[in-house]
């Protein structure tokens, strides 16, 4: 972390290069030392284009250094549960000094994402972006996109026309001590990844679903591991739908597999099927996301883990507010969109990731036991991934910002004649007009804005 001189330092070349740019432009805020030039009203125009540009790229740098700041707190979680789980039993830090560091760090968290701001604006708690809630039984809301449009009471329906379920893999064989006997290996594969667990010398079914499991965990395959009440062996994986598809093997018995030595695939998950607001929508696992040209969903996402009774079941409703932010893309402000940051409360990051312990979110993580330190670790993981995808997106977005504003600046210089009033910009101060203005749109600039720290 920088120190409080640095800091001012970079605030203070942050306000010069603002007031280097002000002047070239012939802007003015409140300064009445500097002398305002002659504009037109179509550069006016223009230049007020440049500035809610230029608050803009502000605004996506301000969410972004504070979501590296939340990325740093998360890794640092990472480690210290990843430690503490690698420990003996007996070198393990008591839960309840794991538990306050984990409420520590969440309450760090949640109130960044409540203190971060621009100008007044909150940007990660979703006052800059959408703010949503559900009802209805095993339904929640995730994230909407800058294309959603706020809902009225009580929101938009949410209509399943198939129900997720995850993949599933029953043995062929009931699982005894006398069947045990007889196997050597039981192997698991999800496409790129393989474990082979050995049968242990007079294990008893029992164990082998404790020790398999285990081995499954240790390898970071997301599939539990149960015995039906007929006693044979069933693998399920943790994750809902298609894509967690996976096969298994055992190699002297049919325990596992229909034929012994050769693998056999898992049931297939399903991914969820339906509509939000009576359009279109497409199902990954649990997620169900209004599709990509809907007029008020395009971008919608809702997690439901549920079961329905018919097909086209109304599941529950899902009401959206958006808090997107007007940004223009032209000088006479014709065309705009809607700059809209999605909340990243930890009541939001790796909702809908199924694990074992029930955690229903990150502000859900614990770690009394070793399965509860497993499944932190997974909910963590997947947030920093997230939040790592979050970045790239606000950054391609923060590049487009600053290349519209290099263009309107470029079109706003025309020489004029000798003998005019207007004052005009050679081709050497519009070059070095155009350079200010990248120099000011860069990280440095942030440092002007308000945020937690």
Same mark, same amino acid.
């Given at each position: ?99 306050n560091f984990i409420s520590d760090r969440l309450s760090c968290l949640k109130v960044m994402t409540e203190k971060t701001s621009f100008q007044g604006r909150i ?71 393989? /474990?082979?667990? *050995? ?5 008893? !079914?029992?164990?082998?679903? #404790? &020790?398999?499991?285990?081995? +499954? ?12 009440r007929d006693n044979h062996l069933l693998l399920r994986h943790n994750q809902l739908g298609s894509r967690s598809s996976f096969q298994g093997m055992s190699y ?65 409703? /899902?009401?959206? *507010? ?5 940004? !223009?893309?032209?000088?006479? #402000? &014709?065309?705009?969109?809607? +700059? ?19 955690f229903s979110d990150l502000n859900a993580i614990r770690g009394n036991t070793a399965v509860e330190l497993r499944d932190s670790i997974q909910l963590i993981t ?72």
């Amino acid at each position: 972390m920088k120190n409080q001189g640095g800091r001012n330092v970079q605030f203070a070349r942050a306000t010069e290069f603002n007031r280097r740019v002000e002047s070239a432009l012939g802007l003015s805020r409140g300064d009445p030392i500097m002398h305002r030039e002659y504009v037109s009203p179509v550069n006016q125009g223009r230049f007020s284009v440049i500035g809610k540009l230029e608050n803009s790229v502000s605004m996506l740098q301000t969410a972004r250094v504070n979501i590296e700041k939340l990325k740093g707190w998360l890794q640092e979680m990472k480690d210290f549960l990843e430690k503490e789980r690698s420990r003996s039993s007996w070198a393990r830090v008591p839960a309840s000094v794991v538990n306050n560091f984990i409420s520590d760090r969440l309450s760090c968290l949640k109130v960044m994402t409540e203190k971060t701001s621009f100008q007044g604006r909150i940007l990660l708690n979703g006052n800059s972006g959408v703010q949503g809630s559900t009802s209805g039984d095993h339904l929640r809301f995730i994230r909407g996109s800058a294309r959603v449009i706020t809902s009225s009471e009580p929101g938009y329906p949410v209509t399943v026309f198939k129900a997720p379920k995850p993949s599933i893999l029953v043995g062929n064989e009931q699982v005894n001590e006398e069947t045990l006997k007889r196997e050597r290996f039981i192997s698991i594969t999800n496409g790129s990844q393989e /474990v082979r667990y *050995k049968i242990r010398e007079n294990e008893t !079914p029992e164990q082998l679903i #404790e &020790n398999l499991q285990q081995t +499954l965990f240790d390898h970071g395959f997301d599939i539990n591991v149960f015995q039906t009440r007929d006693n044979h062996l069933l693998l399920r994986h943790n994750q809902l739908g298609s894509r967690s598809s996976f096969q298994g093997m055992s190699y002297n018995t049919r325990i596992i597999s229909d034929q012994p030595g050769t693998y056999l695939s898992a049931e297939p998950g399903i991914d969820i099927a339906g509509t939000i607001g009576s359009e279109n929508a497409h199902g990954d696992g649990g997620f169900l996301i209004g599709d990509k040209g809907n007029k008020k969903t395009d971008g919608l996402v809702v997690f439901y883990d549920g079961k329905i009774e018919y097909s086209g079941q109304v599941v529950g409703y /899902v009401s959206v *507010k958006q808090n997107g932010v007007l940004v !223009p893309l032209d000088a006479d #402000e &014709n065309r705009m969109e809607i +700059l809209s940051i999605p909340s990243i409360k930890p009541t939001l990051l790796a909702a809908g990731v199924s694990n074992q312990s029930g955690f229903s979110d990150l502000n859900a993580i614990r770690g009394n036991t070793a399965v509860e330190l497993r499944d932190s670790i997974q909910l963590i993981t997947w947030s920093l991934t997230y939040l790592e995808y979050l970045l790239d997106e606000l950054k391609w977005k923060e590049k487009i910002y600053i290349d519209r504003a290099v263009e309107l600046l470029r079109s706003t210089i025309s020489p004029q004649s000798a003998g005019d009033d207007m004052l005009y910009l050679s081709k050497d101060k519009a070059k070095d007009m155009v350079n200010q203005l990248k120099t000011m749109l860069t990280p440095v600039s942030v440092m002007k804005v308000t945020s937690w720290k």
